[in-house]
Structure formats: C-alpha cells, structure tokens
C-alpha cells in the first residue's frame, strides 16, 4: 500500500535522488543538499506549527511503500507565495494600435513582466520515480493535496496555482530563454534556473526587460513555446484541467510553461471530497469501490488509496489495514474522494497517452 506522510529528516537521501532524477528546470528541488536540508526543515515547520505556521509555509510530502518503506516520490505545496521572495510571471496580453486617418487597426501580443501571484497557494514539487509511475501512484500523489486544502482551508489563500514546465529539448535548452539570454542575460538556463531554487531571485527584477516585449519581436522558435507545457507535463496538466483550473495567460520567465489557477472551494476533488465517521471492520466485499483517504491531522498527516463501505449509518467503513496506513480507528474521522468509474478510465488514458 502506497501511503502519504509528511516528509521527515531521514527521507533526506531519497530527496537528493529526487532532485537529480527529476531532470532540468525543476527549481524547487535544486541539486544542492544545503537548500534540499532548509526544504525539509520547513516543513517539518509547518507541520509542526500548523494553524499558528507563517504565510510562506512550505508543506512537503513522500510517497512510502508501507510494505518496503522505500520513498518513491514527493510532492508539495507553498501556502503563500511571494510573501518574502518576490514571485515573477509574463502576462500575455494585447494591445491595440489604431490609426482612423490611415485606416489601419493593429491588435499585438505583448508580455509584462508581473507580480499577480504574490499572496497565491502553489502546488509544486511533484515527482514520482519512474519505477512506481504505474496503477494509481500519480493520482495518489497529485490529488492528496486537494484533500489537506480542503481539511485545512485556513492554511491556504483563495487562489490556487500551479507552474508547468515549458518546452526544452533534452539537454535543457529552452527556446524562449535562449531569445532572453541573447538579448539581456548571460547565463545558461541551467544556471538560471539553479539561482532561483537557491532563491537568488533578485537578478529577475535586474535583469529581465522592465517594459512589456512586443511577442512579435521575439524569434519564431521562441513564440512558438509561449504557453506550451514539456511533452512529460501533458499529464499532469491534463489532471489540473479536470479539477477546474484555467491558463489566464500567464507564464514562466524562463521557459514560458503556463501557469494555471482556480479558486480553492472551486477545485474540483476540494468540492467532492467529504468527511465522515469511520467504522473498522474484518473485511470488505470484494466490489468495494476505491477512494482517496485522507485522515484530519496535520503533523501525523496519512493519505491513500483503499477500499470502503457506507454503511446504513452512513459511517465509513474501512478494513484494519488501511485503519493502520492511516493511523485511525473506529470513532475516526477521514476525508474521502471517490473514485468512480469514469475518473479511473480518464487515469489509465492519461498514463497511457
């Protein structure tokens, strides 16, 4: 059984792995194991503090086999972005040129340099080894976070965001940086993007152009890119579509991936999702159907995925091992998700794609 918890100091190891298994362009797991340290003391901060945690909370999660105790992935998120560290985006927008005398109505795309974001929840860090990326890990490890949101909702800011990655070839390089590097930086994206993850962010506001970037100026490559996600982020950002969240035109300064957003309350495992009491029992017919658990804690927090019954109560009844997995028992209380049959299709077809 595949089970959520707070990331702790001896998952340290399997994090470093994570960093240099997760590729290019992952700046919140830097290849630095000082910064990699501050990631998990964070959270170990926030999970410890809870309600009482600061609005820059860093809330990291691992994946556990519970039967190997091998740590398979990660996946996190930043209750407030922006509220120390300034977050930066390009907005797409359009200006219009008009002349009446000439006779001429010119509608241009321009990109600004922004700040929309600062004071939003992110959801980030998400890896998942290629080894477990099978059944329904990445579910697992993607949807849970919905779940703390809704349990935990003082925690989080009304606006929900996610960073997709954008386009790169497989040594790293970026189109749309490498029009920015020619004009106003002198840096591999690698580099670039490795500053960020130590959170040298200041050379963005230095460096990058102050007024907005006629997208026509830009070479073809570059605008080609321009809101498109990696071949590896399709997925993932076909899952966020499903839960509700939209591409406002607003993308990464490095590689121009799309950012997307939806309203917390809005999000859709957030609006399904319920709580109910917990029955444990011996054994659950064979049909049970699937859902995401998730028990109410913070610090002790567990999530999976496991069989169920409602009973004529309208308990929850659960059988003694997941009751473990999620360390709660009978009188519990769990937030749960279904998973019907439709959404279990749309997962084998989005993993199979």
Same mark, same amino acid.
């Given at each position: ?9 001896? /998952? ?6 994570f960093?240099? #298994?997760?590729?290019h ?13 501050v990631?998990? #003391?964070?959270?170990?901060q ?14 990291l ?8 105790g091998a ?12 509220t120390?560290?300034? &977050?930066?985006h390009?907005h797409?927008?359009k200006v ?21 974001y600062?004071?939003?929840t992110e959801i980030?860090?998400?890896f998942?080894?290629?080894?477990a990326?099978?059944?329904r890990?990445?579910f697992l ?9 809704a349990q935990h ?5 009304d606006?929900?965001?996610? %960073?997709?990655r954008?386009?790169? /070839?497989e040594d ?7 029009w920015?590097?020619?004009?106003f930086f002198?840096? /591999?994206?690698a580099?670039? &993007? ?5 959170g ?5 506001a230095e460096?990058? +152009?102050h007024?907005?970037v006629y ?20 997925p ?21 991936? +799309?950012?997307?957003?939806a ?12 709580? %109910?009491? &917990? ?9 049970? +159907? ?15 995925l ?5 009973d ?6 659960? /059988?003694a091992?997941t ?16 998973? +019907?049959?439709?959404?279990l ?9």
């Amino acid at each position: 059984m595949m089970v959520i918890r707070p990331i702790e100091a001896r /998952d340290f190891p399997a994090l470093v792995r994570f960093a240099y #298994e997760s590729g290019h362009g992952f700046t919140s797991l830097p290849k630095n194991e000082p910064q990699l340290q501050v990631r998990i #003391e964070r959270a170990r901060q926030a999970f410890a503090e809870g309600p009482d945690a600061r609005g820059n909370a860093g809330f990291l999660f691992v994946m556990e086999d519970s039967e190997s105790g091998a740590v398979v992935g990660t996946s996190g998120i930043e209750a407030r972005v922006g509220t120390e560290d300034a &977050v930066y985006h390009y907005h797409l927008s359009k200006v219009v040129h008009t002349s009446r005398e000439l006779g001429i109505h010119n509608t241009v795309d321009v990109l600004t340099l922004c700040n929309d974001y600062s004071g939003a929840t992110e959801i980030c860090t998400l890896f998942l080894t290629p080894e477990a990326r099978q059944r329904r890990n990445g579910f697992l490890l993607s949807r849970f976070r919905f779940l703390f949101m809704a349990q935990h909702p003082l925690f989080f800011a009304d606006t929900v965001m996610a %960073e997709m990655r954008g386009v790169s /070839d497989e040594d790293g390089r970026s189109p749309f940086w490498g029009w920015l590097q020619k004009h106003f930086f002198s840096m /591999d994206l690698a580099d670039a &993007v490795h500053r960020v993850g130590m959170g040298q962010k200041s050379f963005i506001a230095e460096l990058m +152009p102050h007024y907005p970037v006629y997208v026509s100026l830009l070479d073809e490559a570059a605008q080609a890119v321009i809101g498109k996600v990696h071949a590896q982020t399709v997925p993932a950002l076909r899952m966020l579509e499903r839960e509700g969240f939209l591409w406002r035109g607003y993308i990464d300064p490095f590689d121009a991936g +799309p950012t997307v957003e939806a309203r917390r309350e809005a999000i859709g495992s957030v609006a399904a999702s319920w709580e %109910e009491s &917990v029955a444990v029992i011996d054994r659950l017919p064979e049909e049970a +159907p699937t859902a995401l658990l998730t028990n109410g804690e913070c610090a002790g927090f567990r999530a999976t995925l496991a069989g169920y019954r409602i009973d004529d109560n309208g308990t929850l009844q659960i /059988d003694a091992a997941t009751a473990a997995a999620l360390r709660t028992d009978s009188g519990g209380r769990l937030r749960a998700l279904s998973l +019907p049959a439709r959404q279990l299709r749309e997962w084998r077809e989005e993993h199979a794609a």
